[in-house]
């Protein structure tokens, strides 16, 4: 089946730095991805959609000057998670559809100290 | 009313049961429906996939779609320790569209 690459699979980093998470399709091309954010014991929370070669599209509530996504292949997609604050702490989780329906990646958590 | 209900659980059965996991939903559009299973900090890993209504099944696992009702069920027969887990429904109007998802159901099986 299809796989999404999700990397890091943790991060932990300074408040006030930028952390940049890299989701890739293995062995299909995705002109989509999702971009989810996941708390403890909740469910998964679509933050934006990454379309190739063009601007993302945030769901209502997200800052994307904070949360920037960036499409620039049909196999890459990176969210870079700019001045962190221990409020951004999260898992990540990104996908992309293929035929056998979506697939997730790992994902990455987070923590920022 | 949320899109997706999903009832959270937990749902402790024993070994070998037959487990039944539920979701109903409102948006009458939405045409393709999936079950992912999730373990602790990994990410979901999808189980079932199915188009339009009807049943569809892979090994231990049974999913269904009632369009009429909105009402989405997945049954795992012969549960095992190993299927512990949550369990997430989600479903999608179209097959680019965002996934909306269930807000999961925890599973425990103990032997």
């Known amino acids: 089946g299809a796989v999404v690459s999700q990397h890091p699979s943790w991060v932990i980093c300074k408040s006030g730095t930028s952390v940049k998470i890299e989701c890739r399709s293995l062995d299909f091309q995705a002109t989509t991805m999702f971009w989810y954010r996941q708390f403890p014991k909740q469910s998964l929370m679509l933050m934006a959609t990454s379309n190739e070669g063009s601007k993302a599209t945030y769901e209502q509530g997200v800052e994307k000057d904070k949360f920037l996504i960036n499409h620039a292949s049909l196999t890459l997609s990176t969210l870079t998670v700019t001045s962190a604050h221990p409020e951004d702490s999260s898992f990540y989780i990104c996908?992309?559809?293929?035929?056998?329906?979506?697939?997730f990646g790992s994902g990455t958590r987070l923590t920022v100290v | 009313q949320k899109e997706v209900e999903q009832d959270p659980g937990p749902l402790s059965v024993p070994e070998g049961a037959i487990v039944s996991l539920n979701c109903t939903y409102s948006n009458s559009a939405f045409q393709y429906f999936m079950w992912y299973r999730q373990y602790s900090r990994k990410g979901p890993e999808l189980l079932m996939y199915t188009y339009s209504s009807g049943n569809k099944e892979d090994g231990r696992f049974t999913a269904q779609v009632d369009k009429s009702s909105k009402y989405i069920s997945l049954f795992i027969r012969d549960s095992q320790p190993s299927d512990s887990a949550t369990y997430l429904c989600?479903?999608?109007?179209?097959?680019?569209?965002?996934?909306?998802f269930g807000t999961g159901t925890r599973l425990q099986v103990f032997p």
């Open positions: 996908s992309a559809w293929d035929w056998d329906g979506y697939t």
């Open positions: 989600a479903m999608s109007a179209d097959n680019t569209d965002k996934l909306i």
